[in-house]
């Protein structure tokens, strides 16, 4: 069984940084795409940044591109995928969720966008940015 665990959130200023985690386990980790998404209130969740199982791929959203960085670490037991925020803006405000897709592993450098492409997901963790 697959389980993801976020951490890093908060409160933050304008212009501030964060740096969220998501510790990855189970027996479909090692050779999956990560990504994150965020869901602000009244709107639908939405495509943050992705990480090939290799690094090798790394597609962001247009409105984090330059300020958002994905990153994942392997090892034998666990994979953790991070995302660092900088210039944080009050439209970044949203719940961000962390998701494995388990799928296409002979694909080095897939990292899908849609949600539908991922089959686990975090319980979430809230990104608050005041202005």
């Known amino acids: 069984q697959v389980q993801l665990v976020e951490s890093g959130g908060g409160l933050v200023q304008a212009g501030g940084s964060l740096r969220l985690s998501c510790a990855a386990s189970?027996?479909?980790?090692?050779?999956?795409?990560m990504g994150w998404f965020r869901q602000a209130p009244g709107k639908e969740r939405e495509f943050v940044a992705a990480?090939?199982?290799?690094?090798?791929?790394?597609?962001?959203a247009e409105s984090v591109k330059g300020r958002f960085t994905i990153s994942r670490d392997n090892t034998n037991t666990k994979s953790t995928v991070y995302l660092g925020m900088n210039s944080l803006k009050p439209e970044d405000t949203a719940v961000y969720y962390c998701?494995?897709?388990?799928?296409?592993?002979?694909?080095?450098?897939?990292?899908?966008?849609?949600?539908?492409?991922?089959?686990?997901w975090g319980q979430g963790t809230q990104v608050t940015v005041s202005s």
């Open positions: 998701a494995l897709a388990p799928r296409r592993r002979w694909l080095s450098d897939y990292s899908p966008t849609a949600p539908g492409e991922y089959d686990y």
């Open positions: 189970g027996r479909t980790f090692s050779l999956s795409a």
């Open positions: 990480i090939s199982w290799s690094s090798a791929s790394t597609p962001y």
